[in-house]
């Protein structure tokens, strides 16, 4: 018989035979792990424990204790759901259901939901997995496939494109349902404890608007149900401090039908905010002797074939026809940059040559997926780019690294770190990408950072060190970025001349802090609650007058605090009732100003934890404001 070499997950390897399951191989390796088998991650991908092995691959056994169990019983979870929606709702078309990080979804038609429907079908999966069904894989010829599905063209056309050439083709069963599928699965449905259907939406056959709109309901599933109960907690946490909800309440953003979707407008409080994260950033970049520069919105698509955008961009890029000749509304600003480079001619001795620009970008996402600011058609990335010899790789990265790692912390926001390596989509060499994605591999490991790898999750010109913060809920958001492109100096001919008098290329990095404004601030928004820091807030202190007769002496004190963000509440309001909105509108410091203070020349300082200080100099107050906002601190700290 042939064999076949398997390597495990710490470097041993393991002849089997050919043809050998990935259970076979858990039971090579020991009669507990067999039994204890789920699944099996096989060369980077999730599958089947009877999946057959027929060439050297690495694997590893995924049992319940293994990151991966959760996508195994999220997509068992996901048939239950079917499964239920079909007992109800015989007329329901199923098309894909798939896993995701929070849970599952699956796209359906033939069929009118409401979230009244979602409670229906809950019950009947909670008899599903009641039942304990056991979950069985079989395989069909593609005939008897293609024939089970005769009125589901969905299904059909996924055993024509996905399925193509497979025979037999993977099903599973439990109790009197079936899906086309590729697994895997648990071995019955009581083993998921905790099962819950969340939201419906529309949604797009295979994400294109041109193509059927379905409707997609989304649920989730854990282990036991004190895990749904949590998960349940923090999403309620999470849609009361949506960004979109708090942007309404606080008028930090809007996005209208009429001027487009995708596209926020700032209102002046979000714009303040806005503000002062660019003037942090042009204060590190100036300190790190980076310079400014500007690009156009728009560009003659000539620069995105030359920079490779166009060719592995141009279905996400705007496009005009202006006197017959292509422009494109830029969806990076790197090509702008390498242009500006290229307008002089540089020795050595001028390398690193760093520049930055907040520069606005436009990126055709699907409508379906624009929510808020997270995912917009414009937006503004604090982008910056650096030109440096190969030698100073290195030292750039890890200058850069501690930048970031300097706002991440000004922000209070934890962190993880990846490598994000050559996806299927790019350009260059093999011996580029190997050259880029070691270096940047050296430095993490150099610096000693803890760091995952993500396969095939880099830009297409080149390989990345991606930073995700989390926010006060444990979410994770993509955020800044260190990019090393050997690509682009190439494809632009950069050069400058070396110590030998010869032309030598450049060597250019894309880098930015935020990542974009857009999405940074939402991440704000949220892990704040909208309780921004002093130094951030729109509006840091509210000078409440108990009377019309204290206005003047608020009107005075404000004039004293006139380097902050300063507004006087004078309404005829109660001071109680001014309080209150002050609290709602998540205002640092109220100034609460009556007879007494004026009488004594003072002030009663209110913040928004509900603490109250009285008879409090002015000049102390400045200075306490004062030290928070010059150093950035992250909440509101009392005066005594």
Known sequence: MSSVTVTLPDGATLDIEDGATVEDVAYEIGPGLGSDTVAGVVDGELVDKHTPLHEDVDIEIVTPSADEYLDVLRHTAAHVFAQALQREFPSAKLTLGPWTDDGFYYDVTGVDLDEDDLEVIEAEAQSIIDADLDVKRTMLDRETAFDRYADNPYKQEILETEAAGEDPVSFYEQGEFYDLCQGPHVESTGEIGGFGLLEISASYWRGDENNDTLTRVYGTAFPTADELDDYLERREEAKRRDHRKIGQEMD????????????????????????????????????????????????????????????????????????????????????????????????????????????????????????????????????????????????????????????????????????????????????????????????????????????????????????????????????????????????????????????????????????????FFMVLIEHYDGKFPPWLAPEQVRILPVSDDNIPYCEDIAAELGEYRVEIEDRSWTVGRKIQQAHDDKVPYMLVIGDNEEDAGTISVRDRKEREEKDVDLADFADHLGTEVEQKRTAVTFLV
């Open 252 to 519: 930090l953003f809007s996005i209208d039908e009429t001027t487009g979707p995708g596209l926020p407008l700032y209102e002046p409080n979000g714009k303040r905010i806005l503000n002062e994260l660019s003037d942090y950033v042009a204060g590190l970049n100036r300190d790190a002797e980076y310079d400014e520069v500007e690009t156009p919105h728009v560009f003659r698509t000539e620069l995105w074939k030359k920079s490779g955008h166009y060719e592995n961009y141009v279905d996400d890029m705007f496009l005009l026809d202006v006197n017959d000749e292509e422009y494109g509304l830029k969806p990076m600003n790197c090509p702008g940059h390498a242009t500006i480079f290229d307008q002089k001619s540089w020795s050595y001795r001028d390398l690193p040559v760093r520049y930055f620009e907040d520069g606005k970008v436009y990126r055709k996402e699907q409508r379906g997926e624009l929510s808020g600011l997270s995912r917009t058609w414009a937006f503004t990335i604090d982008d910056g780019h650096l030109f440096i010899r190969p030698d100073q790789i290195e030292a750039e990265v890890l200058a850069i690294m501690d930048i970031i790692l300097d706002t991440l912390s000004t922000f209070g926001l934890d962190y993880s770190v990846q490598l994000a390596t050559r996806p299927e989509k790019s350009v260059g060499s093999d011996e580029i990408w190997e050259k880029a994605e070691s270096q940047l591999r050296a430095v993490l490991e150099s610096a000693d950072v803890d760091y995952a790898v993500e396969e095939g999750d880099g830009a297409f010109y080149g390989p990345k060190i991606d930073f995700a913060f989390e926010d006060a809920l444990g979410r994770d958001w993509d955020g800044p970025t260190v990019q090393l492109d050997f690509n682009m100096p190439e494809r632009f001919d950069l050069t400058y001349t070396g110590e030998d008098n010869e032309d030598h290329r450049p060597v250019m990095i894309h880098r930015a802090l935020f990542g974009s404004y857009e999405r």
